[in-house]
């Protein structure tokens, strides 16, 4: 099944999962693990903002770093930009934050309500440049679902 195939059986999942479902954490868990159990990714997690910082959110897959400041790391600074970020080789984004040295790529999405950033939705692989457009545009619209 190709990729684009595979988000929109995902999405449409996920409209059944949330559905009448209002609490963020429990709705953040079980996106977490269905995007993590239907790709394999090596960790699918949310950061939420909280106090000026990103804290560590519902995740799946390897222990984490707890906390990212503002601009830093690709989390930070998908959140000080309010836009998703694409990284094909983290290791030329400058300032990555490594919470796994197999990680080789990363996409960062902002979790976005109203015109403020309430946290981030992030995607490590083990390969190189796995992620791309598609997964920006689905990625996006499930942070929209998620968040709305
Ligand atoms: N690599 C991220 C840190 C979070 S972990 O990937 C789970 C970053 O640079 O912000």
Known sequence: MEKKDKYEML???????????TDEIANMANTAALIHETFGFWWTGFYIVKDGQLVLGPFQGPVACTRIPYGKGVCGTAWEQGGSIVVPDVELFPGHIACSSLSRSEIVVPLISGDEVVGVLDIDSKEL????????????KIATLLIN
């Open 11 to 21: 999405y449409r999942q996920l409209e059944s999962l949330l559905e009448g479902e």
């Open 129 to 140: 440049a796995c992620f791309d457009e598609t997964d920006r545009i689905w990625l996006e």
